[in-house]
């Protein structure tokens, strides 16, 4: 299983900017997709997070700012990032709990994307 992140880059203060991350290879079914980010010199934070039934989470600094998704027929997280901010500048993570079958036995792991590099910045 492979998470492929994309959509990061340079933006200016109150842009906007729209990740996706999609899931490649032998699944089974995906559960909670997310969204981390890693700012330099800090830890990795949960941004948002969504279940295979639509039920969002988001980090009280995004609340109202960002917008979690995703297609489950694609495999696929975006996070619509408005109104972004010098601080929101990290790496941006995504992860998926991913069920596959290994040897006739269902089992659950979770996956990383590699990364997706954002910078907020005039």
């Known amino acids: 299983v492979q998470l492929q992140a994309s959509g990061g880059g340079l933006v200016q203060p109150g842009g906007s900017l729209r990740l996706s991350c999609a899931a490649s290879g032998s699944i089974f079914s995906i559960h909670d997709m997310g969204w981390y980010r890693q700012a330099p010199e800090k830890q990795r934070e949960l941004v948002a997070s969504?279940?295979?039934?639509?039920?969002?989470n988001y980090a009280d600094s995004v609340k109202g700012r960002f917008t979690i998704s995703r297609d489950n027929a694609k495999y696929t997280v975006y996070l619509q990032m408005n109104s972004l901010e010098p601080e929101d500048t990290a790496v941006y993570y995504c992860?998926?709990?991913?069920?596959?079958?290994?040897?006739?036995?269902?089992?659950?792991?979770?996956?990383w994307g590699k990364g997706t590099l954002v910078t907020v910045s005039s």
């Open positions: 969504i279940t295979s039934g639509g039920v969002t």
């Open positions: 992860k998926a709990e991913v069920e596959v079958i290994q040897h006739s036995v269902y089992v659950t792991r979770n996956y």
